[in-house]
């Protein structure tokens, strides 16, 4: 039996950040230089963002607090808490949100019970805690204690092809293995205010949420499409390393995120694609626009314009991409699984239809996933938002 995605489920925080009053609040910040601001205005308006949403509750206006740590709303100050205090603040608030994504998605593969699952795979780069998030969800879903666990630490926005590579890997080891891969990051704990031009990128497109797979090769009656894990690739360009990068500093993580990375996509992305798509004979070859859907990770709207333009796709091949980065922002590793989400729950006729994905990170690192979508047909739309937060 192939390896198949049988449910993929999504979770946000409930406070909502928007893009235009983000960017007043950012522009209007002490020290910031006429050209920082400039910056500012055209990162936050040419990002392709109306909303986001953040774990750091105290990052809104209307908020208030004796003692603030992130953000002063009186005096409209983004602060400066330490690496510790950020970090603190992840293992509080990334917790609730593994445990929701993964119990949404094991609730939504009713074919599947807690004690089916054999392996766990959890993911972030935006924070570490241990006992980890790999541990917190076995715990609260009540998981065997005897499930194999494993954790992705700090590998960036492509970071969810490994997890889910791995798991194609323990399901054709083992047939009745049942793996379930959880991605949660909360970006926004290390926004910051700054005239570096990496630093206001980073805050212009960087958000918080989660997403959560039940991935097994068990032969299971379902009623709802799913996604087979066909191929996945790996390729380093042969430049960009100092282009993407992410690093620990005293006041947060600091994302290195260079102008220059959606034209090292621009020259490379045929050459990453051409030894995934060299082990599928019924793609290999054919015009990019034939195969239907293209999950690329939305790393900022600059890059999906390079995608779209450079491959020759139709315009509505990119829409579950921009609509992701439009609701969402970028949840670096999370991000694209909500694009397959995307996919995932559009209309189904019942004929099996071919995904191409893509997501970038640091080195610059270009991972990529052959899948196929397939299953029982589906009438209607029954794609429902990531979760139905207050408006604050």
């Known amino acids: 039996m192939p390896v198949t995605m049988r449910s993929l489920e999504t979770a946000v925080p409930e406070t909502i950040l928007v893009q235009s009053q983000v960017r007043d609040v950012f522009a209007a910040q002490p020290g910031l230089t006429r050209l920082g601001q400039r910056l500012v205005g055209t990162s936050f308006d040419y990002s392709g963002i109306e909303t986001r949403y953040t774990a750091v509750e105290e990052l809104t206006l209307e908020r208030r607090t004796d003692s603030p740590v992130f953000f002063d709303p009186e005096k409209r100050l983004i602060l400066s808490p330490s690496t510790k205090v950020r970090n603190d603040k992840f293992a509080d608030a990334a917790t609730p949100l593994f445990i929701e994504a993964a119990t949404k998605a094991l609730a939504s593969c009713p074919e599947i019970s807690a004690a089916d699952v054999t392996h766990v795979i959890t993911v972030s780069c935006t924070g570490f805690f241990n006992p980890g998030p790999d541990y917190k969800v076995v715990r609260a879903l009540g998981l065997s204690p005897a499930v194999q666990r494993y954790h992705l630490g700090f590998m960036g926005c492509y970071a969810a092809f490994p997890a889910l590579r791995a798991a194609k890997s323990f399901c054709e080891a083992d047939p009745d293995a049942v793996v379930l891969v959880v991605t949660a990051e909360l970006c926004t704990l290390h926004v910051r205010t700054s005239n570096d031009p990496d630093a206001i990128m980073g805050s212009s497109l960087f958000a918080d949420g989660a997403a959560a797979a039940i991935v097994t090769a068990r032969d299971l009656p379902s009623s709802s499409p799913g996604i087979v894990l066909d191929h996945f690739e790996t390729v380093l360009t042969p430049v960009g390393e100092e282009s993407m990068a992410w690093n620990i500093g005293d006041e947060g993580f600091e994302m290195v995120l260079g102008t220059y990375v959606p034209h090292i996509i621009d020259e490379h992305i045929v050459g990453a694609l051409e030894p995934l798509l060299a ?108 979760s139905e937060p207050a408006t604050v």
Not at 301 to 320: H, N
Not at 367 to 378: C, D, H, N, V, Y
């Open 279 to 386: 082990r599928d004979a019924a793609v290999h070859g054919r015009p990019y626009e034939e195969i239907e859907h293209w999950a690329i990770h939305p790393g900022g709207r600059s890059i999906l314009d390079k995608v779209e333009a450079k491959l020759q796709l139709r315009e509505d091949q990119l829409v579950p991409a921009r609509e992701t980065l439009r609701d969402y922002g970028n949840m670096s590793s999370a991000t694209v699984m909500f694009v397959l989400k995307h996919i995932m729950d559009a209309p189904f006729a019942g004929d099996d239809e071919r995904i191409c994905s893509m997501a970038f990170g640091p080195g610059l690192t270009v991972e990529t996933g052959l899948f196929t979508k397939s299953g029982a047909p589906t009438l209607t739309t029954s794609r429902a938002a990531a």
